[in-house]
């Protein structure tokens, strides 16, 4: 039978422990959790396929966020990303992950991946950050997957890949269930009974629309809807911060990161069309992606990521990273423009809004054991809380989920769902392939991703969002009453951009509730334009309570390193000062 | 409302004459993230079924015979 036909199907399985997304983060939780309890079931659930899935997909060029001793601590890094964060941070997670980051990188290194060492034997750190040291490369980073993969099979895990999770079940008494899924190319339902279920389905990429007007050429992997946001709010999680947007300065069009910190540490920064400096440090926060807003618009722009006055053999070593990993087409992009590095700076710009707490602060809230608010329900990776995880992030952090994840199971019996659920999500997932006529996935998807561009992107006015939202929801209506799907293709579409609609409404109604401005471009609210740390020195929770969306202040844990007053607004003094 | 098909230059090139989808490989389109590609029923030959691409390459770095091209989808170019 032809693929992508569409067969009205449902079955059902079970497993100890459930990972839903194989990209970084989950390939690790499973990994761990098969670990712990060896004679247990393990299922990894991959939308595409675990072998090339991922922000990681072509590998990665080094770790952004490594605390390697004799470089830096556990402390001073936890110091760095609270104040990088406005302060708004639940050290523990932090600083717990700081403390086991170090043992994953041994591991990463038994699995077969190499990290840059010196001619002592000791790793070569780079510093990017504005305080630490903490970037390390990854001479052979095109292999991580590979290595990945290989483990997984060692270990017995079963992968089910091109299964769309949906929706998540849950018993009565609110512990998790399951999951209720779909496959890609047959639009055949799978549902998943788990004792624990870890949601590791990456950032919530195609939420705003690239400059380019291409729907794909996203920063995220674009495979990465937000499904995972829009599950864990249906299932009554919690989900910190969302007002706190990812936002990064990447090449132009491309929309790929450029790389500065692959460059930096040889010596490229960022300059404006003078060719001068205008921010203190390119590790990305939002106080600097403000000051790049500023600069693209006082006339001083565009904005470059400048390396031509580097010898000509660093640039060769620059590229031959640049072109292999990470962002391969980088070089394709760039030699079709006629753009030579050793001529000309590269044009840098904006990106579309996202979620992602692997390079900002938002996600489904975790706590430092990465159990989100919803009984053996787990998140990691850049869908959850845990602020600047970056790749290292994940795995650590993914790590800690599935060894939590299967001690909860061994603690626990299934727990039962109610079967009129799943025969409710059965109707939702297959309507759009029941109807004749209506409007395709795509046009709904890049109506609403349009919307999010004109009215959510900061800055952030009040008008325009109470706009914004009202032309959502006349979209939503469209999508709910009027969207076709004519293959399982189609209809994997045609889900994805509900999880995109769930996350814009989540995405508004964050912004909104927060009266402030933080997080420099992130969180700039024209009607409320100064932080606010009387009121809202605080994290803010989002969640569906009685069908509604609902959100509320939550306090900052005490925290663990204490940050002097004077460190407190270190990554605010991001403008160079005047200087000639 | 009736539908109109919609003309797109895709980024991903096959080479006919290289591509052994016909000898029973599925390579490029097991692996692509975002599951844009096909084999042609016609053809026996895998093709860009859909103008979805992140351009990231898998299907290109894992083809057996150097059969598949990734361009950068025009928009962006
Ligand atoms: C272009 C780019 C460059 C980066 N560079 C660096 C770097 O140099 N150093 C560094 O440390 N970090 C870097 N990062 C960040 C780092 O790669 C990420 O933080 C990390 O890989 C995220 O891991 P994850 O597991 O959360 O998400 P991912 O690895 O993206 O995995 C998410 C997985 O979930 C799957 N999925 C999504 N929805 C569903 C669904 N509904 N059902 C089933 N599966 C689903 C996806 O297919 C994907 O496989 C970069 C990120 C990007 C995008
Ligand atoms: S991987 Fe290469 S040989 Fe195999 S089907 Fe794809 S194009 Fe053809
Ligand atoms: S470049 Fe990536 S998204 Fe495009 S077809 Fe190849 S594997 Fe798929």
């Known amino acids: 039978m032809a693929l992508d036909q569409i067969v009205d199907g449902l079955s059902e399985v079970s497993c100890d422990v459930l990972v839903i997304g194989g990209g970084t983060a989950g390939p690790m939780a499973a990994l761990k959790a098969k670990l712990k309890n060896p004679k247990a079931n393990v299922v990894l659930l991959e939308k595409a396929n675990v072998k090339r899935s991922g922000a990681i997909s072509m590998g990665m060029d080094g770790l952004n966020n490594a605390v390697i001793p004799g470089y830096a601590t556990p402390e001073q890094y936890t110091k760095e990303i609270t104040i990088a964060n406005d302060g708004i941070v639940d050290q523990k997670a932090v600083y717990k992950y700081a403390q086991n980051c170090y043992k994953i990188i041994e591991e990463l290194d038994s699995f077969g991946i190499r990290f840059l060492k010196n001619e002592n034997g000791d790793y070569a750190v780079k510093k990017v950050h504005h305080i630490g040291t903490y970037v390390l490369p990854m001479p052979n980073g095109e292999t991580v997957k590979k290595a990945l993969y290989r483990q997984l099979r060692r270990a017995r895990i079963l992968i089910s890949n091109r299964y769309m999770a949906t929706r998540l079940v849950k018993s009565a008494d609110g512990r998790i269930a399951g999951a209720i899924s779909v496959n890609t190319r047959t639009a055949e339902m799978l549902v998943i009974k788990a004792k624990a279920v870890i949601l590791c389905m990456g950032a919530a990429g195609r939420l705003g629309l690239p400059t380019s007007g291409y729907m794909f050429g996203t920063y995220e992997n674009a495979a990465n809807s937000g499904d995972g946001y829009a599950m864990a709010y249906h299932a009554g999680a919690a989900l910190a911060n969302l007002e706190c947007f990812q936002i990064n300065p990447l090449i132009k069009d491309y929309n790929g990161p450029a790389c500065a910190y692959v460059a930096g540490p040889f010596g490229a920064y960022t300059a404006n069309n003078e060719g001068s400096r205008f921010i203190e440090c390119d590790y990305w926060s939002g106080q600097m992606m403000l000051e790049f807003y500023n600069e693209l618009l006082s006339g001083k722009g565009p904005v470059f990521l400048q390396l031509k006055h580097l010898h000509p053999d660093t640039i060769s070593e620059i590229e031959s990273t640049l072109h292999k990993v990470e962002r391969p087409t980088r070089g394709l992009f760039q030699q079709g423009r006629g753009v030579d590095y050793r001529s000309e700076s590269i044009e840098m710009h904006i990106s579309e809004i996202g979620f992602c707490s692997g390079h900002s602060a938002s996600g489904v809230f975790v706590d430092d054991n990465a159990r989100t608010t919803v009984p053996g329900l787990y998140a990691a990776g850049d869908m959850a809380s845990v602020p600047h995880n970056y790749m290292l992030g994940a795995f650590t952090n993914g790590s800690v989920a599935g060894i939590d994840a299967m001690e909860f199971a061994d603690n626990h019996d299934f727990a039962e769902f109610d079967a009129a659920d799943v025969a409710m999500e059965r109707d939702r997932v297959m309507a759009p392939t029941k109807r004749e006529d209506g409007i395709p996935p795509n046009q709904i998807e890049y109506k609403t991703r349009r919307l999010v561009n004109d009215y959510l992107q900061p800055p952030k006015v009040t008008r325009k969002y109470e706009l914004g939202m009202r032309r959502l929801a006349e979209t939503r209506e469209d999508m709910q009453e009027r969207m076709i799907a004519r293959n399982a293709h189609e209809l994997l579409r045609a889900l994805e951009v509900q999880s995109i609609m769930d996350c814009a409404d989540m995405a508004a109604h964050a912004s909104l509730y927060r009266e402030e401005s933080r997080w420099g471009l992130y969180h700039w609210r024209t009607d409320f334009p100064e932080k606010d740390n009387e009121n809202w020195f605080c994290h803010t929770l989002l969640s569906k309570q009685d069908g509604r969306m609902t959100s509320e202040k939550r306090a900052v844990e005490p925290y663990v390193v204490p940050i002097a007053d004077d460190e407190k607004d270190l990554y605010d003094k991001q403008r160079i000062r005047a200087s000639a | ?77």
């Not at chain 2, 109109?4 to 599925?26: E, F, L, M, N, R």
């Not at chain 2, 096909?38 to 290109?60: F, G, H, L, Q, V």
Request: hydrophobic share 40%; with cysteine.
């Open chain 2, 1 to 77: 409302m009736p539908l109109a098909s919609y003309q797109t230059s895709v980024p991903v090139v096959v080479d006919d004459a290289k591509c052994i989808a016909d000898k029973g490989c599925t390579v490029c389109v097991d692996v692509c993230p975002l599951d844009v590609l096909r084999i042609s029923d016609m053809t026996n030959k895998a093709y860009m079924a859909y103008d979805e691409c992140w351009y990231c390459m898998p299907c290109e770095a894992d083809c057996p015979t150097g059969a598949v091209t990734v361009n950068i989808p025009y928009l962006l170019r």
